[in-house]
Structures are given as C-alpha cells and as structure tokens.
C-alpha cells in the first residue's frame, strides 16, 4: 500500500431493492421430519436463482433442524429432474454421508 492520495467520487446512487427472506414452508419442515434414513424428496423451483435462494435458506435451517435433533444427518442439493429445476432434501443413513443404497 502507499500513501499517494486515492481519487474517491462520490455518486448519488439508490439503493438496491432488497430481497425478501425466503420463507419456508411448515409443510417443507414437516415432511424433513418425517424422513428416514436413505430416503429423500424433490422440490421443483420457479428458476435458477429462486432455486439458489430457497436451497441456502433450507441449508441454513437444516443446520439448525440438525442442532436440536443429533440423529438426524440432512443435505440439500440443487438439481434437475424431469427438465425442472428445484432441490432435493437427502436424509443420509452414516456418518460418511453416504445414502443408503436402496435395493
């Protein structure tokens, strides 16, 4: 770094628009619950960047869902299914986190 002056111009610039929070659904939250060990729902989402925020926000509350419950072992991934794109909720059966394999 030096000490030469820095040039700063200052703008009248608005605000961007501010997102929502991505809500979650309590129906979303039961059905994590209610999930056993190998098995695993998909959710199709509106678009790319709908996709994106519901799939961090969900992370964020399974990180939590995960806390309270230390037997429960949960991962959400973005994916494409039958041409939509939404995420999948995993219930992982290990602590490799590696699915059950399902016979």
Do not use: W, Y
């Amino acid at each position: 770094m030096t000490n030469e002056p820095i040039d700063i111009k200052i703008e009248s610039v608005p605000l961007p628009e501010v997102r929502k929070k991505e809500p979650i659904p309590k129906e979303l939250i039961e059905a994590i619950m209610r999930l056993a060990p190998g098995e695993s729902f998909f959710i199709p989402c509106e678009d790319e960047d709908h996709t994106h925020r519901r799939v961090a926000a969900l992370r964020q509350r399974c990180g939590r869902i995960m806390k309270d419950n230390p037997d429960l072992d949960l991962t959400v991934r973005k994916r494409t299914e039958r041409n939509e794109i939404g995420f999948r909720v995993f219930r992982m059966t290990n602590e490799d986190n590696q699915p059950a394999s399902i016979a």
